[in-house]
Nanobody
């Protein structure tokens, strides 16, 4: 199983970005897919996840600003990030779980003026 993340880059504060995570197999194979992030000097933390049934969960720090969604036909999960803040700067990782845990490569998001 491969997960490929795209969409990171340099964004100004209050700007937006969208991350994509494409899976090499049907995402119905996973019970939960999500996004984690790791800022310099900090532990990796959950940003958001979405279940196979479409239920979502968000870290308090991103509620109301980030939206996770899935396109089953494209085997892709998205993270729409709005009203970005400098503290959102991190490497973002895609994650998928069934009986196993799979990680994609990180994509870096830098929020700075």
């Amino acid at each position: 199983v491969q997960l490929q993340a795209f969409g990171g880059g340099f964004v100004q504060p209050r700007g937006s970005a969208r991350l994509s995570c494409g899976a090499s197999i049907s995402i119905f194979s996973f019970d939960v897919m999500g996004w984690y992030r790791q800022a310099p000097g900090k532990q990796r933390e959950l940003v958001a996840h979405i279940t196979s049934g479409g239920s979502t969960n968000y870290a308090d720090s991103v509620k109301g600003r980030f939206t996770i969604s899935r396109d089953n036909a494209k085997n892709t999960v998205y993270l729409q990030m709005d009203s970005l803040k400098p503290e959102d700067t991190a490497v973002y990782y895609c994650n998928a779980n069934n009986r196993y845990v799979f990680w994609g490569q990180g994509t870096e998001v830098t929020v700075s003026s």
